[in-house]
């Protein structure tokens, strides 16, 4: 039943739920530049509603460090989960590489959440495609469940207040036109704020 | 999640009845939508979190006190009428793996609607 383009990461239990209700019914931006959600569109990304707040993220990379999503706010952040195993994944990790090394100092950070893959293997596999944005370790799953995340590859847009602004689940463009304009169009936001 | 896609396999026949599904768990509403999305889903997924109260109200909440101190509700249906009046309900034992078919959850519709 999941989209075809998913890997197939899932475990039962990683989300409950509770129950289903059956209810009888008695009846049946300025012109020429794409908006946000005329970019969200055309990527083919979900955007959320207002007022959604984003699960708390803190995780150890593959390099030690700590990340904390709450300690991100003023920077635009990718979230992607992703494992070694995931053939859906890999094209994505160079074009998320290329984001990183092209609007890193402008205000993205790109966080890749691994799940249930062995550190050695994972630094094998960064190493083997040049990734340098910090690899974050997800080995029991944790992160993935507060996210909901129930298949790979599946990626989230957080605006520079927080607010979460966009979730694929599945592979997506995110070495195009439209991709790195949705980066700059968010990236600029903070910008309008701050004037 | 296989309720889940279960009721998702059999949403035609729900619609022939006139039947709205709702699916509704004490989860996050960003994990939920992660999830629906995930699972594409023709029927909402409605969140409870954090207070509970619908759950609750329906007795939904596990019956095991280390999974109800959690917010885990049991898997259950009900059916409602037009006149928002619960006419049935079902609730699953066993864990995750346990699928309930549509069969019972179609035949009482069905009963109730008069088809």
């Not at chain 1, 049946?28 to 993220?57: E, M, W």
């Not at chain 1, 150890?60 to 494992?83: D, I, K, N």
């Not at chain 1, 129930?150 to 602004?165: A, C, H």
């Not at chain 2, 109260?53 to 009428?81: C, M, N, W």
Request: aromatic fraction near 8%; include cysteine.
């Amino acid at each position: 039943m999941r989209d075809k383009h998913l890997c197939g990461w899932s475990r039962q239990g990683v989300q409950v739920w509770g129950f289903v209700a059956l209810v009888l019914m008695s009846a049946s931006p300025a012109a020429g530049q794409p908006t946000l959600v005329d970019l969200l569109r055309v990527l083919n990304l979900s955007a959320y509603a207002p007022g959604l707040g984003l699960p708390h993220l803190t995780g150890q990379t593959v390099t030690g460090e700590t990340v904390s999503v709450t300690e991100l706010r003023g920077r635009v952040v990718l979230v992607h989960f992703w494992a070694t195993w995931c053939g859906e994944c890999r094209p994505e990790m160079s074009l998320f590489e290329r984001l990183h090394q092209d609007f890193a100092a402008q205000g993205l950070t790109v966080l890749g959440i691994n799940i249930r893959d062995e550190t050695p293997r994972i630094q094998r596999y960064a190493k083997d495609l040049g990734l340098t944005y910090p690899l974050v370790l997800d080995p029991e799953g944790v992160i993935a469940k507060a996210y909901g995340v129930i298949g790979l590859p599946t990626t989230f847009l957080v605006g520079r207040d927080g607010r979460p602004v966009a979730l694929a689940v599945g592979p997506r463009a995110w070495g195009s036109a439209e991709a790195r304009t949705l980066v700059q169009a968010l990236l600029a936001e903070v910008v309008a704020q701050a004037r | 999640m296989a309720n889940l896609s279960t009721r998702k396999a059999d949403y035609p026949k729900f619609q022939e009845l006139n039947v709205q599904i709702l699916g509704i768990s004490t989860n996050h509403p960003f994990s939920q939508k992660t999830f629906a999305e995930s699972l594409q889903l023709p029927y909402p997924l409605l969140s409870d979190f954090p207070d509970l109260q619908v759950t609750r109200q329906y007795g939904g909440l596990s019956g095991h006190p280390t999974l109800a101190k959690h917010g885990i509700a049991e898997r259950a249906f009900f059916l409602i009428d037009i006149q928002g009046i619960v006419r049935q309900q079902w609730v699953i034992q066993g864990g995750e793996d346990v699928v309930f078919s549509s069969e019972p959850l179609l035949k009482a519709a069905r009963e109730v609607a008069g088809k």
